[in-house]
Each structure stands twice: as C-alpha cells, then as structure tokens.
C-alpha cells in the first residue's frame, strides 16, 4: 500500500488563482514526519517545509500554507495567489522516527501548471 | 556551500557498458540515499547507507550495485547498462537522528542508455 498518496497527478489554474495540493499518509508510527519537496522544470529538488505529528498547527509562508488534520491523515499545501514561477512538481513525503527510520516515503507528485 | 554534489550530470551509455555515479557531500550526514525518478512514477529507492561501510536495498536495487567506503561519498554503479535505467538519479543525504531531518538533494544525473 502507498504509504503518502497523491491523487492530483496535474493541476492547471491561471495566475492569481488559489490552488491546493493535496497529500494523505498513511503509517502506524506514533512519531512521524512530514514533508514538502518543490520541482521547479529546471530539475533540482527543493525542501519546502517539515512537520513533525505532535505539531497540528497550520504554517504559513507567504504565500504557502500549510494543513496537517491528523484526523484524516492529511497534509495539503495551499498556494495563494500562484504565481507562473510555482509551476512545478510538488511532492509530499513522509518520514517515520521509530518504524522504517531509515526510509523516507514521497507521493507520486502532483504536477502544478499556472498560466498566465 | 557544496552540500550534495554529483557527477556526472549527463552520460550516454550503449546497452551493457558499466558506469559510475559518484556523490559527495560536505554535510557530515550519516545517511546517504540513490533514487531515480521516471516520468510519472515520482522518486524511487534504490539503495541507501546508514553510515560508512554500510549499504542496504530498497525498492528497486536490481540492476545496481553501489558502495560507501568514505562517509562522504556514495557510488551507485551499473555494471550492465539496460536501457529501462534510463532515467534521473537523484543523490540525497540526510542528517542524524534518523528519521527526523529532510532530504538535501544533488542536482540530479540524467542517464541515456542506448
């Protein structure tokens, strides 16, 4: 089974549009980590943001935020106002601290077009 | 700042030749990761260490074969090229305790085999 599941495969919206990312988890740790990876077409990877479990509270950057509802096992990233330079491939990936410490599991990826 | 370095970034090679991968990073981190990434299929392991001298497998080690005898360096190598590894691989490293930090990432090797 997937352990981070990414059901957007591709998302288009036009500039200045609000778009979500989704991201649901899965994993039976008690202590676990989460996380967000941008890539932009130029290639590279590039760590956006960590969460630990026991930290429910929304984040915010600029224009990014972040939702963690362990409830529902979700971690959806909101982009606000996007922007042509957010597009990219945006991947969630999931960490365990105690179970399988030593792997760190990505989501397929959901590819992210903004138009202008 | 390095922070994970690879080479090379581009290589073709003909269906069975051999070739190395090298990473380095400048970090000190413990953990070393090879993954690659196919069009649609999002980032893969192949193989990863938990420290100097160590490697162990993940999903889809066939095919490679790597090595960690410096702290610093991870080889990834493919002895018989097969064009199904053409793909990008993607070095990354990872501090301790395990489990906890975020991946730091090479910029990525694209390999072509022919």
């Known amino acids: 089974a997937q352990k981070v599941t990414q059901a957007q495969t591709e998302i288009s919206v036009v500039e200045k549009e609000d778009v979500t990312l989704d991201c649901v988890y899965e994993t039976r740790d008690t202590t676990y980590y989460l996380f967000w990876y941008k890539q932009p077409p130029s290639g590279e990877l590039v760590f956006l943001i960590r969460r630990n479990s026991f930290d429910e509270q929304n984040e915010i950057s600029g224009r990014y935020s972040w939702n963690f509802q362990k409830s529902t096992s979700s971690f959806n990233f909101t982009i606000t106002a996007s922007q042509v330079v957010d597009s990219a491939v945006y991947f969630c990936?999931?960490?365990?601290?105690?179970?399988?410490?030593?792997?760190?599991?990505f989501g397929s990826g959901t590819k992210l077009n903004v138009k202008p | 700042n390095a922070g994970v370095t690879q080479t090379p970034k581009f290589r073709v090679l003909k269906t069975g030749q051999s070739m190395t991968l090298l990473c380095a990073q400048d970090?000190?981190?413990?953990?070393m990761y090879w993954y690659r990434q196919d069009p649609g299929m999002g980032l893969r392991l192949i193989h990863y260490s938990v420290g100097e001298g160590t490697t162990a497998k993940g999903e889809v080690p066939d095919g490679y074969n790597v090595s960690r005898l410096k702290k610093q360096n991870f080889l990834l190598g493919l002895e018989s090229a097969a064009p199904s590894q053409t793909s990008v691989y993607f070095c990354?490293?990872?501090?301790?305790?395990?489990?906890?930090?975020?991946?730091?990432f090479g910029e990525g090797s694209r390999l072509t085999v022919l």
């Open positions: 970090m000190n981190h413990e953990y």
């Open positions: 990936a999931l960490s365990e601290a105690n179970l399988n410490f030593n792997k760190f599991y």
């Open positions: 990354a490293s990872r501090r301790l305790p395990p489990g906890t930090g975020e991946l730091f």
